[in-house]
């Protein structure tokens, strides 16, 4: 079992920036990938973005690819996503969640998810 807490979300304005925190804890953790994804009132879930453990391998969705960044911390078991340039159509609800080892886009492939971090981006 994974646990995952986010944290960092709130209300910026249009060109601003964030920082979202992942905690996770639990046996293993070692083994696990992690993946940012947001939901939006009435839209699908999707990835943002995924790194490994190692954090040797990232990936990222197109729509979000040069602005926002995934980076982890294995000593605090933390990882985080730096959004930058953001914009109204980036507020939507923001989830961290993690599978063994390799991150994918796929959602349904992830095995554990944190509770989300609100994120509103005004015009």
């Known amino acids: 079992q994974v646990q995952l807490v986010e944290s960092g979300g709130g209300l910026v304005q249009a060109g601003g920036s964030l920082r979202l925190s992942c905690s996770a804890s639990?046996?293993?953790?070692?083994?696990?990938?992690t993946g940012w994804f947001r939901q939006a009132p009435g839209k699908a879930r999707e990835f943002l973005a995924g790194?490994?453990?190692?954090?040797?391998?990232?990936s990222y969705a197109d729509s979000v690819k040069g602005r926002f960044t995934i980076s982890r911390d294995n000593a605090e078991n933390t990882v985080h996503l730096q959004m930058n340039s953001l914009k109204p159509e980036d507020t939507a609800l923001y989830y961290c969640?993690?599978?063994?080892?390799?991150?994918?886009?796929?959602?349904?492939?992830?095995?554990?998810w944190g509770q989300g971090t609100q994120v509103t981006v005004s015009s």
């Open positions: 969640a993690a599978r063994l080892f390799t991150p994918t886009d796929y959602v349904a492939e992830w095995d554990y």
């Open positions: 639990g046996r293993f953790v070692d083994n696990y990938a």
């Open positions: 790194i490994r453990y190692s954090g040797s391998y990232t």
